[in-house]
């Protein structure tokens, strides 16, 4: 009689069902990264303007703290959810567009209109408009999907949608926002399958917009002039590029050390937001620097690296714009700091001083995770 072997059945590894772990300590790097550089980069200003050190720190804590819990609902929430509220979160952030921009209600600080104010809360509704046409572009991806050949039918809405949220935000005024918008929105069409010659037409007809929203504004013309020679108005439209230059170089490889920035102490303006790179750049020089550009690629990586994991055709356009507005929004404003783009104030995304920039970023996180979660359930 032949022996019968003996089989031996081994347990298989189970999956990971989790969010994405590289996503997640990226981000929480950045985020802590960034409470530390709010405190260096403003505590010389606060103090001098509001007699207390900690008072952008306070303001910045709280809003990390709202963060915090928005991501964690955000992370644990399926992200499907979302795509049947798509449209209400569509009308209320054009409801909040419409009331910035209204004397009387919407606040103007520092020349532009872009706040709302409930008590001690502000709150740029441009901030959220990112996030929600990114729902709003993947939601109609997935459901013109079958038309997305067709200009009427399948891109010409889109368009419109984007086209009336480009002109709100410019109104306030700001031109930064809605470019970056725009950006995003025409790479989620273009990798969602829009024909290439309808987004290279609507390209090539916002061009004279642009140049008139950059031409009619004196101070706009002027950043982009100083964008090529910044010595030629040093102490007025370059003086942030050559301050910021200045920081870098003072940073040299290792930096002056966290908390010993000359440039924050009112040489470089807005060191606490827009050019809080500047501030990394002088203290942690280019090692803290380059690490910082390297957590951004990796969220970056894993961002894409979730979009082509998730099966469903709403999580991966979703996944695609949320890493795109990240990814462009940091290249931006150290892309600006460093001189390779003209002066625009966008903050760097979780590291910049900004309660709704703040939230937004961790709410999009959130979302990011969450579908991350189900890529892995579904492997």
């Known amino acids: 009689m032949e022996k019968k072997e003996k089989l031996t059945v081994q347990n298989p590894k189970p999956k990971s069902t989790g ?46 703290v709202f963060g915090m819990v928005v991501m964690m609902v955000a992370q644990n929430m399926d992200y499907k959810v979302l795509e049947k509220f798509t449209y209400p979160i569509l009308l209320l952030t054009f409801v909040l567009l419409i009331l910035v921009i209204l004397p009387g209600i919407g606040q103007v600080f520092g020349g532009a209109r872009r706040w709302l104010v409930l008590g001690p809360i502000r709150f740029q509704p441009s901030e959220l408009a990112k996030f929600t046409l990114i729902l709003f572009i993947a939601k109609s991806l997935v459901k013109r999907a079958d038309q997305l050949k067709n200009f009427t039918f399948g891109y010409l809405p ?15 005024p700001d031109l930064g926002t809605p470019v970056l918008i725009g950006a995003v929105v025409f790479t989620m069409l273009y990798v969602g399958g829009v024909k290439t010659r309808f987004l290279t037409y609507s390209a090539l007809a916002i061009i004279p917009f642009l140049g008139y929203a950059i031409y009619s504004s004196g101070y706009r013309l002027r950043r982009i002039e100083a964008f090529f020679d910044p010595t030629k108005d040093p102490t007025d439209s370059g003086f942030q590029a050559i301050q910021s230059f200045y920081a870098f170089g003072r940073g040299g490889y290792w930096g002056t050390g966290l908390g010993d920035s000359n440039q924050k102490l009112f040489f470089l303006p807005e060191a606490h937001t827009d050019f809080i790179f500047s501030v990394i750049g002088e203290e942690l020089g280019f090692a803290g620097a380059a690490v910082t550009v390297i957590l951004f690629a990796i969220l970056v990586w894993r961002g894409f690296l979730i979009a082509l994991s998730v099966k469903d055709s709403f999580g991966t356009h979703l996944a695609v714009g949320l890493t795109l ?49 189900h890529a892995a359930q579904q492997r």
């Open 158 to 172: 889109n368009l419109i949608v984007l086209g009336v949220f480009f002109f709100l935000i410019l109104f306030q």
């Open 19 to 64: 969010c994405d772990p590289v996503l997640f300590w990226a981000v929480t790097i950045l985020l802590m990264t960034g409470l530390v550089m709010v405190f260096s980069a403003s505590g010389v200003f606060a103090m001098e303007k509001y007699d207390d050190p900690y008072y952008f720190l306070k303001r910045q804590s709280l809003w990390l």
């Open 325 to 373: 507005l990240m990814g462009l929004q940091a290249f931006t404003n150290m892309g600006v700091a460093v001189g390779l783009l003209p002066t625009k104030g966008l903050p760097l995304p979780f590291i910049s001083l900004g309660g709704s920039s703040l939230l937004v970023c961790m709410l999009s996180m959130g979302v990011l995770l969450n579908i991350s979660k």
